[in-house]
């Protein structure tokens, strides 16, 4: 393969990856475009050329076999069934296998697992993003891109491994094509990760970008309200949070890293309190 088909075929699989193809339909590539090839029987030398036999036509190839899976039930449904059972959660692995096994978001029938937290369920911080990526339905890991990336090098700079904070999103699926959640979506996920806040209890609560600031705290303009101690109020107690730039738009605007760094210097100095 020559260079300039390899990047050929690079730019074809980057296409398709943002555009949300990210699954294969079959285990062997099969080349539709191809001509079948009929062999026709040898002329007998000692007798008249038979004739041409005619070339069969291709049988249409069957479509692979679809799962089945059951409607969802209705937003305002989903929704009460989500806060009961998230009620019913007595701990995180409980939660975890309540959310594995609830149907009421019809995200969970396109993604390929749940990505429930990561992190020490007993951490002082807790960080919350939005929705899991690609590579984090991979793996079933939330912030492992990327922008994950840039969230670890941001947490060792004021001295904190990933492993001794506690990250999750509000939405534990990842939406086809990595779009952003509907409002169904979300408010269906909302009771979750309620939960899994109240199960952690950290003494610090950071929400990674404008969704899960308004999602949580109710919160516009992540620009104007960025680096601002709030109250997240939880059924037990408040809990001190801040709004954050999220990981990937730090990417994007690399410029307003500094705002992020005064942000985790603040947290940091908070910890120590």
């Given at each position: 393969?020559?260079?300039d088909?390899?990047?050929?075929v690079?730019?074809?699989?980057?296409f398709y990856?943002?555009?949300?193809?990210?699954i294969?339909l079959d285990?062997v590539?099969?080349?539709?475009?191809?001509?079948?090839?009929?062999?026709?029987?040898?002329?007998?030398?000692?007798?008249?050329?038979?004739?041409?036999?005619?070339?069969?036509?291709?049988e249409?190839?069957q479509a692979?076999p679809?799962?089945?899976?059951?409607?969802?039930?209705?937003?305002?449904?989903?929704?009460?069934a989500?806060?009961?059972a998230?009620?019913?959660?007595?701990?995180?692995e409980?939660?975890?296998?309540?959310?594995?096994?609830f149907?009421?978001?019809?995200?969970?029938?396109?993604?390929?697992q749940?990505?429930?937290?990561?992190?020490?369920p007993?951490?002082?911080?807790?960080l919350v993003?939005?929705?899991p990526g690609?590579?984090?339905d991979q793996?079933?890991?939330?912030f492992?891109g990327?922008?994950?990336?840039?969230?670890?090098?941001?947490?060792?700079?004021?001295g904190?491994?990933?492993?001794?904070?506690?990250?999750?999103?509000?939405?534990?699926?990842?939406p086809p094509?990595?779009?952003?959640?509907?409002?169904?979506?979300?408010?269906?996920?909302?009771p979750f990760?309620?939960?899994?806040?109240e199960?952690?209890d950290?003494?610090?609560?950071?929400?990674?970008?404008?969704?899960?600031?308004a999602?949580?705290?109710?919160?516009d303009?992540i620009k104007r309200?960025?680096?601002r101690?709030?109250?997240?109020?939880?059924?037990?107690r408040?809990?001190?949070?801040?709004p954050?730039f999220?990981?990937?738009?730090?990417?994007?605007?690399?410029?307003d890293?500094?705002?992020?760094w005064?942000?985790?210097l603040?947290?940091?100095r908070?910890?120590?309190?």
């Amino acid at each position: 393969m020559t260079p300039d088909q390899a990047k050929s075929v690079r730019d074809l699989l980057s296409f398709y990856i943002e555009a949300g193809v990210d699954i294969a339909l079959d285990e062997v590539p099969a080349d539709r475009f191809a001509d079948p090839v009929t062999l026709a029987p040898q002329a007998d030398p000692a007798g008249p050329a038979p004739a041409e036999a005619p070339r069969p036509r291709p049988e249409p190839r069957q479509a692979p076999p679809i799962a089945a899976h059951a409607a969802p039930p209705l937003p305002e449904e989903a929704i009460m069934a989500a806060r009961a059972a998230a009620r019913s959660a007595e701990s995180l692995e409980a939660l975890r296998e309540i959310m594995s096994a609830f149907d009421g978001c019809a995200l969970r029938t396109t993604a390929r697992q749940l990505v429930f937290g990561d992190g020490n369920p007993q951490a002082r911080l807790m960080l919350v993003g939005e929705a899991p990526g690609f590579e984090e339905d991979q793996v079933g890991i939330p912030f492992v891109g990327k922008s994950g990336q840039l969230l670890d090098k941001m947490l060792a700079a004021i001295g904190i491994a990933r492993s001794e904070a506690y990250i999750a999103n509000i939405v534990p699926w990842r939406p086809p094509g990595n779009r952003e959640p509907s409002v169904h979506e979300t408010q269906i996920c909302l009771p979750f990760i309620r939960r899994q806040i109240e199960l952690v209890d950290p003494q610090i609560l950071v929400c990674l970008g404008k969704p899960s600031t308004a999602t949580l705290l109710g919160l516009d303009g992540i620009k104007r309200v960025r680096g601002r101690w709030v109250t997240y109020k939880a059924e037990t107690r408040d809990i001190r949070a801040m709004p954050m730039f999220h990981p990937a738009y730090l990417l994007r605007n690399p410029i307003d890293k500094r705002f992020a760094w005064r942000d985790f210097l603040a947290i940091k100095r908070a910890l120590a309190e």
